[in-house]
């Protein structure tokens, strides 16, 4: 399987000159955490940008300086075993697609989990259980935000499962939500991304928002986590099958999902990383066709 067999050929990108405020605008728009960076007028590509780069630098503003340059890159006819490889290798999630130097694609988490274990007939009925990451990091629906926010980072994780006194799932709680919650509270550094309408984003943030952030020093209001989680949770049963957990992931455009069991109680976590290493078996080569190479 070749990578044009799955990438997205319809890219939005940013284009240098530019600014963070260009970045986060888009990162708005799009709710897409990463891009590729062309130099303007073209779609030479130059450079990548996510928002790991914009915490890295705090106070620059000049995307030139904030991206990544010469981005590791595929081809349309990149092996799709090569770009797994390379996305378990680096911990990517996203990889540009290039021909001749010009921006031709990109290719995601999402694109190969599609392509490669939802329409198989094998995940169809292969139940995820095996998979599930058992240990959990789940916080009492009762507990002050502030120190959910510390839980969390402790732990080392990007989100925290919800649950009340009898252990029942009632939400989660997301890196973007306590960013989102901290502008509110913040009286000197609230910041919005403005598109030049009336509308706004609630989760734009200026430099000293993400000095913030990386310094661990988020003002949150001190109120019980029930009242601000994300209540609308998407989840899996633990024995819903590989192709239908990724379908929900995909149409959700979530990353990772709480795993429930027949009785609604939380057993685990499935994130896509995982099951991007189901990915990497199904496309290694048999032993006999190694022998042939």
């Known amino acids: 399987m070749k990578v044009s067999e799955f990438m997205q050929s319809d890219v939005r990108y940013v284009t240098v000159p530019g600014t963070r405020e260009d970045v986060l605008q888009l ?3 799009t709710q897409i955490s990463g891009f590729p960076v062309c130099k303007k007028g073209t779609k030479t590509l130059v450079g990548m940008i996510t928002r ?9 503003n000049q995307l030139a300086l904030l991206m990544v340059r010469d981005p590791v890159t595929v081809t349309p006819e990149t092996d799709a075993r090569k770009v797994v490889d390379l996305m378990l290798d680096r911990g990517f999630r996203r990889v540009p697609v290039v021909k001749s130097g ?14 490669v274990l939802e329409e198989d007939k094998h995940f169809q009925s292969a139940s995820i259980a095996d998979h599930v990451n058992r240990s959990v990091t789940a916080i ?14 402790m732990a080392h994780k990007t989100a925290v499962v919800i649950v009340n006194e009898i252990g ?13 919650l901290s502008e509110e509270t913040h009286e000197d550094n609230v910041s919005k991304t403005y598109s030049g309408t009336e509308s706004s984003v609630e989760w734009g ?3 000293k928002d993400f000095l913030l ?5 988020l003002k949150l209001p001190n109120v019980p986590v029930s009242q601000v989680m994300t209540k609308n949770l998407i989840s899996v049963s633990e024995v819903a099958t ?9 149409k959700s455009e979530i990353d990772q999902a709480p795993v429930l069991s027949a009785a609604g109680a939380l057993v685990g976590m499935i994130e896509d990383q995982d099951l991007l290493k189901l990915v990497a078996k199904r496309l290694a080569p048999s032993p006999r066709a190694e022998k042939r190479e």
């Open 102 to 115: 010009d921006l031709v694609g990109i290719v995601s988490v999402p694109d190969i989990l599609g392509a």
């Open 52 to 60: 790991h780069d914009l915490l890295r630098k705090p106070d620059e």
């Open 168 to 180: 029942g799932v009632t939400g989660m709680m997301s890196v973007s939500d306590y960013i989102r």
């Open 27 to 29: 990162m708005a728009e």
């Open 213 to 217: 952030v990386t310094k661990k020093l």
């Open 205 to 207: 943030w200026t430099s």
């Open 140 to 153: 009492w629906e009762e507990t002050p935000l502030p120190l959910t926010f510390m839980i969390m980072e």
């Open 242 to 250: 590989v192709s239908d957990c990724v379908k929900t992931l995909r």
